[in-house]
Structure formats: C-alpha cells, structure tokens
C-alpha cells in the first residue's frame, strides 16, 4: 500500500507507525510532535484533508520538520510527491485514525 510505505518511510520516524507520536524525535521538537489518533485531529483531517499536504509541503513552523532531523543526524531523501501519494497517505492515515 502507498500511504503506509510513505506514512513509516517519511512520517513514522516522529509520529510511530501507530501515529501516537511515540517515537524519540517525538519530544525533540518544539512544539512536540502531535498525536495523531486524537479526536482533534481527526475531525481536522475529516474537516480539511489538505491538513496532511500542508503539514509535508508547509511544514508549520517554518522549517520545523527539517530542523528536527537536522538536530538528530536523520537524513531524508527528497520525495517527488504526487496527487496520488497525498492521496494514498490521506487514506492510509484515515484507516489507521478510525481503527483507534
């Protein structure tokens, strides 16, 4: 499945594949990395799915994300991003949220 192999290749390494914000770079950010099984954010993604492509093409915060990574030595690969991996992510995530 997309989603999932993006979700664990690009977003799990803070947010854990459950998507509890569970992993150690979860708490190396200021703010930390959000939870997102919460209630909140799935009426969020529900409400607005543009949610998942601002967070990865916006990155909040300025460069919030990047800095993170930087801080702690990880290094990811660009990803050419496509309609269909917003997509596929947004599902993936959207099973993985209602599942909780």
Known sequence: MNGKRIFI????MCHGEAMKAAKCLANKSIPPTPD????????????????????IMLCPNGDL???????NAIKLPPHAWTYKDFRDIKEYM???????
Do not use: Q, W
């Open 9 to 12: 290749a690009r977003c799990a």
């Open 36 to 55: 997102l099984i919460t209630a909140s954010f799935k009426r969020r993604l529900d409400d607005y799915p543009g949610v998942i492509v601002s967070s």
């Open 65 to 71: 994300m990047p800095k993170t990574l930087r801080e």
């Open 94 to 100: 959207s099973a993985v949220i209602l599942k909780n």
